[in-house]
C-alpha cells in the first residue's frame, strides 16, 4: 500500500524544538523530491519546504528559514523536519508529501499525502 | 511573495459546471506550467486533481479539467456532484524560497 505516515507533533513551548518523521512505503522512495506543507487551524494550505530525491537540495519558505531544516534517508525511506526556536505562528498541522514527478522532471506537484500530524507552539 | 488570489467561494447545481480561477503573476502562474489544483475534504488530506496546469492523475474523473491563460489558472468542474463539495486550492511555482505558493482556497458548494 502506498503511505506516508507522519509523527512526532505535539505541543511544545515557544523557543521549543521538535522533529517531525514521515515514514514511506509503497513507493520508490529515493526516486521523488519530497515536500513538507503545512495548515494552520482553519486556514489554508502552506508550503514549508522541499528536498531533492538525492537529498542534496533544500529550499525554504522565507518564515522557517534558518529555524527548520528538512532531511532524508533513501535507506530508510523516511523523511524529516526539524524544527527549532518555534513561534506561535508555527502551529499548524504538518503534511509530508511526495512530488508525482521522479527525479529529474520534478513537476511541483504533490500526488501522495500523509494524514498530517498537528504542531501546537503555546505556553 | 503573495499567495495566488482565488474566490473565497463558489457554487452550482448538480449537474452544472463551476469554474474557479487562480490569479498570479508572470512569476508564477504566467511563467511556468507547474500549475496544479487540490481538492480538500474537512478533516482530510488534500488530493491531486491536475497538476502541469491540465494534467490528470491517475483515479481523477475527467469531469475535472485544468487550463491556463496568461497569469490566470483555471479548474473547471463539470456535472456537478455533491461529493465535489469541498475547498479547493491552486498551486504554482515560483523558483527558490517561494518554490511553490498557493492560493487561499475556494468553498465549493453543490446547492
Known amino acids: 500500500e502506498v503511505q506516508l505516515l507522519e509523527s512526532g507533533g505535539g505541543l511544545v513551548q515557544p523557543g521549543g524544538s521538535l522533529r517531525l518523521s514521515c515514514a514511506a512505503s509503497?513507493?520508490?522512495?529515493?526516486?521523488?523530491?519530497m515536500y513538507w506543507v503545512r495548515q494552520a487551524p482553519g486556514k489554508g494550505l502552506q508550503w514549508v519546504s522541499v528536498?531533492?530525491?538525492?537529498?542534496?537540495?533544500?529550499f525554504y519558505t522565507d518564515s522557517v528559514e534558518g529555524r527548520f531544516t528538512m532531511s532524508r534517508d533513501n535507506s530508510r525511506n523516511t523523511l524529516y523536519l526539524q524544527m527549532n526556536s518555534l513561534r506561535a505562528e508555527d502551529t499548524a498541522i504538518y503534511y509530508c508529501a511526495k512530488d508525482i514527478g521522479i527525479v529529474g522532471s520534478p513537476a511541483r506537484a504533490f500526488d501522495i499525502w500523509g494524514q498530517g500530524t498537528m504542531v501546537t507552539v503555546s505556553s | 511573495q503573495s499567495a495566488l488570489t482565488q474566490p473565497p467561494s463558489a457554487s452550482g447545481s448538480p449537474g452544472q459546471s463551476v469554474t474557479i480561477s487562480c490569479t498570479g503573476t508572470?512569476?508564477?502562474?504566467?511563467?511556468?506550467?507547474?500549475v496544479s489544483w487540490y481538492q480538500q475534504h474537512p478533516g482530510k488530506a488534500p488530493k491531486l486533481m491536475t497538476y502541469e496546469v491540465s494534467k490528470r492523475p491517475s483515479g481523477v474523473p475527467d469531469r475535472f479539467s485544468g487550463s491556463k491563460s496568461g497569469n490566470t489558472a483555471s479548474l473547471t468542474v463539470s456535472g456537478l456532484q455533491a461529493e465535489d463539495e469541498a475547498d479547493y486550492y491552486c498551486?504554482?511555482?515560483?523558483?527558490?524560497?517561494?518554490?511553490?505558493?498557493f492560493g487561499g482556497g475556494t468553498t465549493l458548494t453543490v446547492l
Open positions: 498551486s504554482s511555482y515560483a523558483g527558490g524560497n517561494n518554490y511553490v505558493i
Open positions: 528536498i531533492s530525491a538525492s537529498g542534496g537540495i533544500t
Open positions: 508572470s512569476s508564477d502562474v504566467g511563467g511556468h506550467n507547474y
Open positions: 509503497g513507493i520508490m522512495f529515493s526516486s521523488h523530491g
